[in-house]
């Protein structure tokens, strides 16, 4: 028995390591063993064994995890399904549709918890810049906040919101994830909107997240939604397409900064291509890189926090 693995929280860091590493037979290994382990968590076991399976050359079987959850009560939000890479292999199948809708039925029930309130920090003062710190698939507001709230002693009024859209059928809720960008556009509006005085409409207003959320900041800016955005600092984003970049307006462009650790190899190489798309694209980019760190924040953030707002913020 592996000891380490006896809370849940270092089981998920055990696998998201192993992913990182691209070790996706140890990932797999570790998914089973979380599973077996964690009945609380098994939807979300379940989904990690199933993208194992499918990254492993093993789609069929990745079919019959889906399956066999489905059939115990387990279920996964529909965006999940269609839009996780490592499910790419498994979507090709036939199955695959019918999983998908019998998934979708079931979060179109069950799935959308009530909106809790945005996390709110302000500094002593008028602050000086607004920041809305968006948390990675299957996360929190409350994990989140503390990696993002040095920003506050810098002058800065942090504002994490959390999506309201549950990612599994796990009762314990622990960890929600940015569906549409439609929905999570509106879900970062009302934050605004209520986080801000009227005083504060005029505040520059950066953008910012990790992982999943990364990946939405970086769209959210790109897009200029539902603000236009004076900067995005995005931490290990996941992967996203060059959808947008080309038509930002020349003027007035966002500036991004990125950081992604040199162990992440699931998003160090598509993080140096989202900033070579955006730097075509006459954006300004920064891109920062750190030996030894994988698919997480690095231990001195709030250094590199101050960094990026200075350079977003210039």
Known sequence: MR?????????AAAVLDAYGRREYAECLHLALIARDRFPKHRARTTFWVACMRSMTGQPQAALDELTAGLDRGDWWSDHLLRT???LAAARKLPRFEG???RSGIAFADRGKSDTRPSIVERPEGRPSSLLIALHGGAGTAEQTAPEWRSCVSAGSMLVVPESPYRATSDDD???HDW????ASTSVVADALT?????SESELPAVVGGFSQGGRLAARLAITSTPVPWRGAILFGPSPMDAKGIETMPRDEQPSFWIFVGEDDLSCLEPAHRLSADLD???????LETAPGVGHEYPADVGERLARALGYVLA
């Open 84 to 86: 996780d890479p490592d």
């Open 179 to 182: 569906l549409s960008i439609d």
């Open 3 to 11: 000891e380490d693995l006896l809370d849940f929280d270092a089981a």
């Open 99 to 101: 999983i998908a809708r």
């Open 173 to 175: 809720e622990r960890g």
């Open 280 to 286: 075509a694209a006459g954006a300004r980019v920064e």
């Open 194 to 198: 209520t986080a801000r005085l009227p």
